[in-house]
């Protein structure tokens, strides 16, 4: 098994920046991809950020250009930058290894001002 624990999400105004943070523990040996998905309340999750072994990341067309994600082994960590109240969601720190996919418990970004 493995867990996901992410951290880092908040109240932010418009324009602002936050950092997101996942670590993953339990039994890991070949994390295939490990990254970021989002859902807003009333639409379906979608891809911000994954990253495959070799840590090249894909971003979402939505966050293209703003956020930026790096990966260290076990971790993944997430730069928003000029966050807009159409960023606001539950963040979900995302992996897969091998046939299985796990996910974090999410970790709330509100913007506001």
């Known amino acids: 098994q493995v867990q996901l624990v992410e951290s880092g999400g908040g109240l932010v105004q418009p324009g602002g920046s936050l950092r997101l943070s996942c670590a993953a523990s339990g039994t890991i040996f070949a994390i295939n991809n490990m990254g970021w998905y989002r859902q807003a309340p009333g639409k379906q999750r979608e891809l911000v950020a994954v990253?495959?072994?070799?840590?090249s990341p894909r971003y979402g067309i939505a966050v293209k250009g703003r956020f930026t994600m790096s990966r260290d082994t076990a971790k993944t960590y997430l730069q928003m930058n000029s966050l807009t109240a159409e960023d606001a969601a539950v963040y979900y720190c995302?992996?897969?290894?091998?046939?299985?996919?796990?996910w974090g418990q999410g970790t709330q970004v509100t913007v506001s001002s």
């Open positions: 995302y992996l897969q290894q091998e046939g299985n996919v796990y």
């Open positions: 990253a495959d072994r070799y840590g």
